[in-house]
């Protein structure tokens, strides 16, 4: 039987990370301190799913020493207002699992990681990612149609980690007039594992003048061609969406119906092809 | 929206077809000859040809035309002979018709075209009224004309029997000519227009067919209609002036233009006179210019006056033919088509090009914008030399004595003017004349060359261009035409050409070019000179040089396809309206592409196997397998927790006296122990001043039930214990849109809660409630085992999208419906649509429905002395605007659409087809109210009424996809064992009209099959069954049954109809076959099995009683018998239309031995022909409760509350 494009979304929802957070070494314990492990929703946001690692840190620190908690992959601080999975894909794909995770909770990277003193904050991050992608999909038609409780659900889906409750609401969101094959723009991110930039985001259509239905090569081609891999050349990137590569012939707009964050981007990661 | 076509004409004269799905115009290939006018309805097109004359189109149907000859065979009996054909001088003809006044011998019947055919040899009729007759089907009487019977009696002194031969109507998909009258018609026709199948549909696809000659007359065909689509002859119809062109509308409405430039409008068109009585005059739109072409649809007229310009005319409907007033629109055309549902189509003044009306709806008449259709035509080069040879020919528009339609001359203002800008024009204004006739034309039909003479056409182009009057002159002594067959590609042309005077084509006269022309590679520059050294030939040998040709002929010739010029539109036959998705307006669509290659094959779309939808599905499986499976010891970082939605909504509550009140819902949601998520539902309600609540566990509820209606947006929920009780629990949400909510999340945790999910399986049970909301339930494995199967009461049941009146399947998963409308429809393997949306449904397999219905008022009236019949009635007397049962109020104004789902899509208007029958007027008789109506007045009659009907329509998704184009009343699909090997999948059916057909092609890849095969039947059927053994039964609209002999695989249509008498007194009206069952459903409520059926004697001998208070019954591949019982008695109320289960059936007692009840209350249709799943052969006593399986008798019970919450209907 042939899968439905439902449990797509289902497989992108339920996606996890089995990840090992151990604390930094340099934190000032009263005992020492157990590796931790959890296993991630790649949707979600660091700082909102991480109060089972804090509490068991804190067991076994002074509350003195306890700064903003902040995460480190070899190095690399992880930005709590990416995606779980972005960072994953992004810092640590081709890496053995679990994940292993730094857990710090003083010497805050100003420079790098956004200040995340509660909830709240995610919210508000949250939600002004959807009604920017709805502002690029629908001109904010949809979600400024949307009630508080509406939006509330949404938040609440992914907080509590309800699939259906989210889905009856986000629908919505990806809904289209079907004359016009598809959004208006459609809301992407493209990340570069090796570069200091964010990421790279501009206006581009689900289809073309012609009619025609954009691909995620086309998308590639104007947006950043190295990540494409031409005929007879080794390749040397991957493009890595949830965790799986899709190929470049992927319509753009099934794309970002199926594989989009709960925040409506569709994120992409172009990671370098591992050298093994 | 069903497949239909616009028809259009090109400059040349070529006929094109756009099909609503279509991305390009299709040349209609049978064209033999140019045409000049086309108009279409949705069976067929007519058109003037060339040879002005009229030729007619019947689209190609699996359901043939057949037209039913019949004669009565009479005898009397005298001593000497007994019965013989000796008969009294004073009696009847030995051959006659059934009133015995005209003379029928069988050699007397002829053929009334060459577009007919005979289908067989004369053969007896041996069923009389229902009954079979003796053998040799006489029926016998006392005397003539007298009472006949199938008996013979003592005092029988006459017989007779009727015998019956059919012709079938052969010239499908071709055009064919109309014989012409030459007697009456003393000119030919200019112009065509047809219409009126809206005023009536007795007798079945009547049409209006109106044409205006040469001279300016107007003639109507007489007798158009279904079985005799040639009609039967011209009636002239007097005029206040000279016609120059028609318009006919779908229902009452006639315009046509006068010479001068005015308006004509026809009045008193009604079903008793199409025809019309007078004609009433309506000036044009603007004082000095005059109309020169009309459109006229169900309430609309738009107007072209000379200078292009476009009217519509305001306030136009049945009683105000003539409208009120002139709106001048946006837009120059040369020429208006409306088509159906008030929709239009215009032809461009400046590019030719054929323009829709965008946004026509019934309250926007005359619609937003004007959109160019700019698809492409078909390019198949293949074909072209056909084409080129009509490029050619076709200068018999534009040169000749008999004008071309105004437009025609339009275009060479065109060419004028094009030929100033530049080169890449038109070719063909002054090519010589070719006339190709059908090969099998005699050549008297040839037009006779005439001394040529301003005719109304050309007078009309005039006045359409006046710098094109000294063209026309121009034009005027050119060749004349002649008969050229088309295989004469040779020089016998050459050798014709002098003596005839005409002009060649150059295909025929470019005698060492003849290869290159046959095999054309027109693209080729080479030809193209070729083919201008040709056209230079021929235009000498025509003494017709003219430089226009010449230069002309210098471009390409195909230049014209970059840019058709269009000369004609209609859009009769097409059926679009504003909501319709058309790709006529960007050229290539993907989307559409798509979806159009879907609908040829239902089973796979490509989409779902691309290669990189398989990538993401197995890679996301992959990362599944690396990143979750080896973890699944880890914690998750989110708990699961309960999750609770709460609203606002009414509650009927269940303690007297019964009303809405307001109360707090909430839905507990929560996963349960082994991850299954589950939830409570709760109704939180004030019973004084007490707060209480009521709830319902989610795996407890077996079936949610929208309830809509025009005041609240109620739905019902059932738990077996509410379904013994026959009352649900009932809600009303504050809006249509929370309903649907609720709705949608209340039926996505039902089927979490039990673990269903995707498309049902092909086990699948499947039923409609009255309201055509589609329910399926997964039969458990235990449903049909004995002695202890499980309840009917517990089945859970799920909706699908769509709207059906009838469900029908297989267990290879082949599922056919019927909507309201009639429409057929197919499975397409997806879920959810209507109001499940997101989650709740399948992302594919998932199109838009729609289906019309009719609402039904009646208006009463009583007789008095003084004033005779008025609306004035007693004061006891019913209203005198009702319902059907006279006990609540139904005016025109204040009855709404059934449900806001439902939108008018026309007026009220007086229903005919009342059983009974009515008078002119629509009125039938009684003694009183309520009574039995007939259709004529008598002296004890002194209340009449007469029925009021007005259609509506729903839109809305389901995961289901038309079989267009045959309407359908009924359909069976053969029911198949467990472990079934078939693979062709004998389908039949029953057309809306009575014809039975039986579907090619049917597998379960396939399951909309291919084409229909009629089979031919004496009088219309109304049901059918096919059984596992394809045994086939059917009942006839007169209530008989008939067997099908010998339908195999090999012969999938069986050889002939056995006809089986009813059980007395009695007329069936359903049957349904399972492996070896047959049980049938009477009138009356009573279902019978049929006894004595073996393999040897496949029709059985005798009926038996099984059990009365049966609307409809469904034999499943086990034998199972499942029916709707007309009234069940709960507890609590009382349901009508309620499904229930024949208990205890078993090979031995096939007739099983009482009833279960299931869902009800407003039930109509199931059907269990998918369930052929084994029952596990446990003989252990069950846990179920005995109560629900054990014996009870269907009650029909009375004078109790009635589940009105889904039973209203």
């Known amino acids: 039987i042939m899968a439905d494009d439902k449990d797509v979304l289902r497989d992108v929802w339920f996606g996890r990370i089995p990840t090992c957070f151990t604390l930094n070494q340099d934190e000032v314990t009263e005992r020492e301190a157990e590796a931790y492990y959890l296993l991630l929703p790649r949707v979600s946001y660091l700082t909102l799913v991480t109060d089972k690692v804090k509490k068991h840190f804190l067991k076994v620190m002074r509350t003195e020493d306890v700064e903003e908690m902040w995460f480190e992959y070899e190095g690399t601080p992880l930005k709590w207002h990416y995606p779980i999975g972005v960072l994953f894909d992004l810092h640590a794909s081709n890496s053995v699992l679990p994940w292993s995770i730094t ?50 659900q949404l938040w609440m889906g992914l907080q509590n980690d309800k699939f259906d409750q989210f889905w009856a609401m986000n629908r919505k969101l990806m809904e289209y007039p079907t004359e016009e094959g598809g959004f208006r723009y459609i809301p992407f991110r493209i990340y570069q594992a090796m570069s200091d930039r964010p990421f790279i985001q501009k206006l581009f259509r689900p289809v073309s003048p012609e009619g025609n239905a954009y691909t995620l090569g086309d998308l590639l081609k104007e947006m950043y061609p190295a990540a494409i891999t031409n005929d007879g050349e080794q390749k040397r990137y991957q493009v890595v969406i949830h965790g799986i590569e899709p190929l470049l012939e992927t319509p753009l707009q099934w794309l970002s119906e199926h594989l989009s964050h709960p925040d409506n981007f569709l994120h992409i990661c172009v990671v370098p092809t591992p050298s093994d | 929206m069903p497949v239909s076509l616009l028809w259009a004409v090109d400059v040349y004269g070529r006929v094109y077809g756009l099909s609503t799905v279509g991305q390009q115009w299709d040349q209609c290939r049978d064209a033999q000859m140019e045409f000049k006018r086309v108009t279409a309805a949705q069976e067929c097109c007519w058109g003037i040809a060339c040879d002005n004359n009229i030729y007619l189109n019947v689209h190609a149907s699996d359901l043939s035309i057949r037209y039913q000859e019949e004669t009565y065979e009479n005898q009397r009996w005298n001593p000497v002979d007994g019965f013989s054909e000796r008969l009294l001088p004073s009696d009847r003809w030995q051959w006659s018709d059934v009133t015995g006044l005209q003379h029928q011998p069988l050699d007397s019947f002829q053929l009334p075209s060459s577009s007919w055919e005979w289908e067989g040899d004369w053969y007896v009729d041996e069923n009389f009224e229902g009954e079979p007759t003796e053998k040799g089907g006489w029926t016998y009487a006392i005397d003539f004309p007298a009472t006949y019977t199938k008996d013979k009696k003592w005092n029988s002194c006459v017989r007779r029997r009727r015998w019956l031969r059919y012709r079938r109507y052969k010239a499908m998909d ?64 007097l005029l206040p002036g000279e016609v120059v062109q028609i318009s006919c509308g779908p229902a009452d409405l006639v315009w046509a233009v006068l010479w001068e430039g005015q308006l004509i409008v026809r009045e008193g068109i009604s079903r008793d006179c199409p025809k019309g009585a007078s004609w009433a005059i309506v000036e044009s739109p603007s004082s000095d210019v005059g109309a020169t072409h009309v459109a006229v649809g169900n309430n609309v007229v738009w107007v072209v006056t000379k200078d292009n310009k476009v009217w519509f005319r305001r306030g136009v409907n049945s009683h105000n033919p003539c409208g009120s007033g002139w709106i001048s629109m946006v837009g120059e055309m040369i020429m208006i088509n409306v088509g159906q549902n008030d929709q239009v189509w215009a032809i461009s003044s400046e590019d030719r090009a054929v323009y829709f009306r965008q946004g026509v709806t019934s309250s926007e008449l005359s619609g937003k914008t004007w959109k160019a259709i700019t698809v492409p035509r078909d390019r198949d080069r293949s074909q072209s030399s056909a084409s080129a040879n009509s490029l050619q020919s076709a200068g018999c528009f534009f040169c000749g004595e008999v004008r071309a339609p105004s437009v025609a001359s339009d275009a060479e203002s065109d060419l004028e003017k094009g030929s100033a800008d530049g080169p890449g024009c038109l070719v063909t204004s002054t090519s010589p004349d070719t006339f190709v006739d059908a090969p099998s034309d005699p050549p008297a039909d040839t037009p006779k060359p005439r001394i040529p003479k301003v005719t109304s056409d050309s007078f009309i182009s005039e006045l359409v261009s006046d710098r094109e009057s000294g063209k026309t002159s121009r034009d005027v002594g050119k060749a004349t035409p002649t008969v050229l067959e088309e ?76 840019h058709p010029l269009w000369a004609w539109v209609s859009g009769g036959g097409c059926s679009v309206d504003s909501h319709s998705q058309l790709s006529w ?16 094959s239902l089973s796979v779309s490509p989409a779902q196997t691309a290669a990189w939808r398989k990538q993401i599905f197995e890679q996301l499986s992959e990362r599944t397998r690396r990143e979750i499976d080896n973890f699944k010891h880890y914690e998750q970082a989110i708990e699961q927790s309960v999750w609770v939605k709460k609203g606002s909504m009414q509650w009927w509550r269940d303690w007297k006296p019964h009303k809405w009140i307001d109360v707090h819902f909430a839905l507990e949601q929560f996963s349960g122990p082994e991850g299954n998520k589950d939830g409570i539902l709760f109704i939180y309600y004030n019973y004084y001043e007490e707060k209480k609540y009521l709830h319902a566990f989610i795996n407890e509820v077996t079936i949610l039930v929208p309830v809509l209606n025009d005041s609240k947006h109620t739905f019902a929920i059932y738990t077996p214990e509410r379904t013994k009780q026959r009352w649900p629990i009932r809600l009303a949400a504050a809006t249509e849109l929370e309903m649907h909510d609720w709705l949608a999340l209340l039926s996505v945790s039902c089927c979490d809660s039990r673990g269903i999910q995707g498309p049902p399986s092909k086990q699948a049970i499947w039923s409609i409630t009255c309201k055509g909301d589609i329910f399926v339930s997964e ?7 004995v002695p202890y199967p499980t309840p009917c009461d517990q089945m859970f049941w799920r909706q699908v999208g769509g709207h059906l009146r009838i469900v029908e399947c297989n267990s290879v998963g082949i599922v056919w419906g019927i909507g309201f409308d009639h429409t057929a429809w197919i499975y397409t393997g997806g879920y959810g649509g209507g109001l499940f949306q997101g989650l709740a449904s399948s992302t594919d397999n998932i199109y838009t429905q729609t289906d019309v219905k009719s609402v039904y008022i009646y208006e009463n009236q009583r007789w008095n002395p003084v004033t005779g019949y008025t609306n004035r009635g007693l004061p006891t007397d019913r209203y005198m605007w009702s319902d059907a049962s006279g006990l609540h109020e139904c005016t025109r104004a204040n009855t709404k659409p059934p449900s806001p789902q439902w939108t008018w899509v026309s007026e009220w208007a007086i229903d005919y087809s009342v059983s009974g029958g009515t008078d002119r007027e629509g009125w039938q008789y009684a003694a009183d109210f309520p009574a039995s109506y007939h259709g ?25 996809q038309e079989v267009p184009p045959i309407a359908l009343s009924d359909v069976t699909i053969l029911p198949c064992a467990a472990q079934s090997t078939v693979d062709m999948v004998p389908v039949w059916a029953i057309s809306n009209k009575g014809d039975v057909l039986c579907r090619l092609g049917v597998t379960a890849l396939t399951p909309a099959g291919s084409s229909w095969l009629h089979v031919g039947t004496d009088q219309p059927f109304k049901s059918i069954s096919i059984g596992a053994a394809s045994q086939v039964w059917a009942i006839a609209r007169d209530g008989s049954a008939f067997y099908r002999g010998s339908v195999s695989p090999q012969n999938p249509a069986g050889d002939c109809w056995y006809h089986i008498p009813s059980p007395a007194k009695q007329k069936l009206k359903q049957v349904s076959v399972g492996r070896t069952s047959v049980f049938t459903v009477d009138e009356n409520g009573n279902l019978w099995y049929r006894q004595g059926v073996t393999p040897s004697y496949p029709q059985g001998s005798s009926w038996e009683h099984v059990s009365n208070n049966v609307r409809k019954v469904s034999v499943g591949p086990l034998d199972q018998v499942w029916i709707i019982a007309d009234k069940v008695q709960g507890s609590h109320s009382l349901s009508c239309g309620t499904v229930c289960h024949r208990l205890a059936v078993q090979p031995m007692q096939p007739k099983g031995q009482s009833w279960d009840y299931g869902i009800g209350g407003g039930w109509d249709h199931i059907t269990v022909r998918g369930n052929s799943v084994e029952p596990p052969h446990i003989r252990l006593p069950s846990l179920t409760d005995m109560s629900t399986s054990s014996p009870r008798s269907l009650l029909e019970v009375r004078n109790t509350e009635v589940d009105s919450g889904t039973s209203g209907c």
């Open chain 1, 103 to 152: 857990v710090h909770f003083k010497n805050f990277p100003d420079r790098d990681l956004l200040h995340c003193p509660s909830s709240s904050v995610i919210e508000a991050h949250f939600m002004s990612s959807i009604k920017e992608a709805d502002a690029l999909k629908h001109k904010s038609q949809v979600v400024n149609d949307m009630q508080k409780k509406d939006h509330k």
């Open chain 2, 174 to 237: 071709t055009w064919a000519k109309i014989p012409s009258q030459h007697t009456t018609l003393p000119d030919p026709f200019s112009d065509i227009s047809c219409g009126g199948w809206e005023i009536s549909e007795e007798p079945r696809g009547r049409l209006s067919l109106w044409a205006v000659s040469l001279q300016g007359k107007v003639w109507f065909r007489e007798g158009i209609y279904h079985q005799n689509p040639e009609g039967a002859s011209w009636e002239e119809v």
């Open chain 2, 487 to 562: 295989d004469t590609i040779s020089h016998e042309g050459d050798a014709k050409a002098p003596c005839a005077g005409v002009a060649l084509s150059p295909s025929q006269s470019g005698g060492p070019l003849d290869t290159q022309w046959s095999n054309v590679d027109l693209e080729e520059a080479q030809s193209q000179q070729a083919q201008t050294g040709a056209v230079l030939d021929s235009a000498d040998t025509c003494s017709l040089s003219s430089v226009a040709t010449y230069t002309l002929a210098m471009e390409d010739p195909y230049g014209g396809d970059e």
């Open chain 2, 585 to 600: 307006f960007n050229s290539v669509n993907t989307a559409s592409l798509v979806q159009s290659v879907q609908s040829m």
């Open chain 2, 779 to 785: 039969p458990s494995p235990g449903i049909e085992a």
């Open chain 2, 936 to 960: 004529y007045k008598t002296m004890k009659d002194f209340v009449r009424r007469r029925r009021w009907a007005r259609k509506c329509k729903l839109t809305t998704t389901g995961p289901w």
